[in-house]
């Protein structure tokens, strides 16, 4: 079942789709600003997150570094290593004496709990010294490619900070990698030159760095250019998430969104800053799965709002538009019954100002034709069949049935401007057209009434229509009866700019010796010479049943002139097809100004 094509069904559509629009976009802006800042906040945290644990590994490998510098220059412990690296035949008396030295010394990392373990190396490439006893005495760490590869690096110098490499060298095998610190111990004053012996420490990152107790998205890691140096046990990143990361590194600080390769995953945020002393860099990676899921929420949160304001507008609106159609439709019933001639209606009052002030109008408009018609009975022997033509023009309800159906029209598209400018107007052209509809007026007022008239047709049919009106100020006060031009700039309109979206048309007034002439001009169609001969004989003839409205229209003008005026006033026509028409009115300047003296004697 169809919904009825009424005013009242466009204005619910009408409101409800605009602002449903207007739901719609606002609740796309704020979809865009809360979720441009969570994700600004998931930037902020993670980049908090990767600062906090570059300033803390920053400070526990000062730390190790001033550890380092300690033992591998202490007196004590390069004089242990150097006798052990120059003597055969080992004096154990001496031996265990630097053996109580170096373990003072080592004794120190017991305040560096991320060392697991701390051994000193000899030339011979066996452990001299260690620190909790781990290490196989027997062990050679030259036959280990981890630390050849360390020594004959051509860059290696003071700490030097080796890749994940195994523990078989330990007496407890520990199946998880580690990664080490070398240090060369030298002096030149014990050692000789060739003499190669090196600090070494096992050590766990992991006790170093924050553990990510919040954010089970959130991972921290460390990569040495190589491979991964540290990965948390609680990792959440797969294989191919690592590799994406591992691809995207550079050696500068990076911050990077990665989009996941099979395109259903979670997008990777990517942040790394340079660890200064290592040349390795500390990545920060979250995944937004989070921000998703908050993504999801919020967009059904205000899908959720806006079809929710959509069910309230649509009822609102619905009120709405029967509080302003309920009397604009009585207003025109009222209106259509005065067009069938039934005279008795009641107009009820309203507090939209312009249907109030229209139903004043039509309730005057209807008491004036009560009251003309009256007078028309009882004065119909003194009032011509020209008279009774023109009343019938002045408060021709059809013309207030277009313009009320025009502001309808009007309502539907919300346009509150113009339905305002446009019965202001009417009031004012029905307030002129049926008070003292007989009384002569100045010209300078009917040209006023053909200005009010043009402002209502362009509304109407949203059209541009310029009205030009030159009135010397000695002929403004000049006395004529009242809507004597009206039909003139009806026809310009109806016939000669009919179609048109602009147009222009002019009224003149001028004296020319013994006349006062009136030209209105339009820049419309024109008519051809056979027309214009028909119309000018229509017009002279005295039957007009079955001639054209526009003939009609001038017919009741020039009958008018000629009643008021005389048998020498005049009305002429001058067309061109497809330049205009001019109609010139002329009227003896002695009876304007008869007329001008008989009205100031009644004054």
């Known amino acids: 079942m169809f919904m009825k094509n009424t005013l009242e069904a466009k204005m619910r559509t009408a409101f409800s789709l605009i602002f449903i629009v207007v739901l719609s976009v606002v609740g796309f802006i704020i979809f865009q600003m809360i979720n441009q800042s969570f994700r600004s906040h998931s930037y902020q ?18 730390n190790l570094d001033r550890f380092t510098n300690l033992i591998a220059n202490d007196p004590d412990v390069q004089r242990a290593v150097g006798y052990r690296n120059r003597t055969q035949e080992i004096d154990y008396a001496i031996e265990l004496g630097n053996q109580r030295l170096v373990h003072e010394r080592l004794q120190q990392l017991t305040l560096v709990p991320y060392i697991n373990n701390a051994y000193i190396i000899g030339e011979s490439g066996h452990m001299l010294y260690s ?14 490619p981890w630390f050849r590869e360390v020594i004959e690096n051509e860059q290696f110098s003071d700490n030097y900070f080796t890749g994940f490499h195994p523990t078989d060298y330990l007496l407890h095998v520990q199946e998880k990698p580690t990664i080490s610190i070398i240090r060369q ?4 004053f014990l050692f000789a030159p060739t003499d190669r012996s090196y600090l070494v420490y096992d050590i766990d990152l992991s006790a170093i760095l924050l553990e990510n107790t919040v954010d089970q998205d959130l991972n921290i890691l460390i990569n040495n250019g190589k491979e991964w140096v540290y990965l948390p046990d609680s990792l959440s990143l797969t294989n191919e998430e690592l ?13 990077t969104v990665i989009k996941a390769s099979d395109g259903d995953g979670p997008e990777l945020l990517v942040m790394s800053n340079a660890i200064e002393p290592t040349g390795w860099q500390m990545i920060g990676v979250k995944k937004m799965s989070s921000v998703v899921e908050f993504e999801w929420t919020l967009m059904t949160v205000i899908l959720s709002v806006i079809i929710i304001s959509a069910i309230i507008i649509t009822i609102v609106s619905g009120m709405l538009s029967k509080s302003i159609l309920v009397p604009m439709n009585h207003l025109m019933n009222n209106f259509n ?5 039934d005279y008795d209606v009641v107009f009820d009052k309203t507090s939209s100002e312009e249907i109030k002030e229209l139903s004043e109008s039509a309730e005057t408009m209807v008491h004036n034709i009560t009251s003309l018609t009256a007078h028309l009975v009882d004065e119909q022997k003194k009032v ?3 008279q009774m033509r023109v009343l019938q023009n002045q408060i021709n309800p059809h013309f207030l049935n277009n313009v009320l159906q025009s502001i309808k ?9 113009k339905i305002s400018e446009l019965s202001t107007l009417l009031g004012k052209m029905l307030e002129y057209a049926v008070y003292q509809p007989y009384k002569k007026v100045p010209l300078k007022i009917e040209c006023t009434y053909l200005a009010h008239y043009l402002a209502i047709q362009n509304i109407r049919f949203d059209t541009r229509m310029i009205l030009d009106i030159t009135l010397p100020n000695d002929y403004a006060d000049v006395k004529i009866p009242k809507l004597l031009l009206q039909p003139l700039i009806e026809n310009a309109i109806l016939h000669g700019l009919s179609g048109q979206k602009t147009g222009h048309l002019t009224v003149l007034v001028e004296d020319e010796g013994e006349d006062l002439v009136i030209m209105m001009s339009d820049n419309g169609c024109g008519m051809s010479p056979e027309k214009l001969a028909k119309l000018k004989a229509s017009i002279n003839a005295i039957d007009h049943v079955e001639t054209n409205d526009q003939s009609i229209g001038l017919a009741n003008v020039y009958k008018r002139l000629r009643h008021e005026f005389g048998p020498k006033a005049s009305l002429d026509i001058y067309s061109t097809e497809g330049v205009g028409t001019t109609i010139v009115l002329s009227i003896p300047n002695r009876l304007t100004d008869q007329l001008k003296e008989e009205e100031d004697a009644c004054h």
């Open 185 to 188: 111990i030298q002096n030149t």
């Open 337 to 341: 019954r005065i067009s069938k001639g």
């Open 243 to 255: 590799t994406a990361v591992d691809e995207a590194l550079s050696e500068e600080s990076i911050h």
């Open 45 to 62: 945290t993670l980049g908090h997150v990767v600062e906090a644990n570059l300033d803390l590994l920053h400070n526990h490998l000062d």
């Open 409 to 417: 029209a009007l309502a539907v598209n919300n346009e509150s401007e």
């Open 384 to 386: 011509s069949e020209e």
């Open 131 to 144: 620190y909790k006893k781990n290490v196989r005495n027997q062990y050679n760490f030259y036959d280990a």
